[in-house]
Nanobody, 129 residues
């Protein structure tokens, strides 16, 4: 069973930074991807970023490109999302999720969340103006 645990959320002022962590267990194949999604109150869930384990390829939501960086520490089975220059519109609950069938890259494009079969409990990120 795949288990994902997020940490690192919190309250930060606009322009500040946070680093989210996603600790994964139960992933025994190389062909998987970890994605970060977020959901703000009253809004639909959207994909933020992902990283494919087998080749390290990544994908980003346009609005976070140049501000967020996804990385992984395979030895620790942990994926990080470094969030810089945070904006109030980044406020949301952030979830990490695993796509266990990702043999060719990854995507967080609109409508692809169904590819991710395992989800963490989420961590709140609040950016004050």
């Amino acid at each position: 069973e795949v288990q994902l645990v997020e940490s690192g959320g919190g309250l930060v002022q606009a322009g500040g930074s946070l680093r989210l962590s996603c600790a994964a267990s139960g992933l025994y194949d190389d062909d998987y991807a970890i994605g970060w999604f977020r959901q703000a109150p009253g809004k639909e869930r959207e994909g933020v970023s992902c990283i494919a384990n087998n080749d390290g390829s990544t994908d980003y939501l346009d609005s976070v490109k140049g501000r967020f960086i996804i990385s992984s520490d395979n030895a620790k089975n942990t994926v990080f999302l470094q969030m810089n220059n945070l904006k109030p519109e980044d406020t949301a609950v952030y979830y990490c999720a695993a796509d266990i069938w990702a043999d060719r890259g990854c995507t967080v494009a609109n409508g692809t969340s169904h590819l991710y079969s395992s989800w963490g409990q989420g961590t709140q990120v609040t950016v004050s103006s």
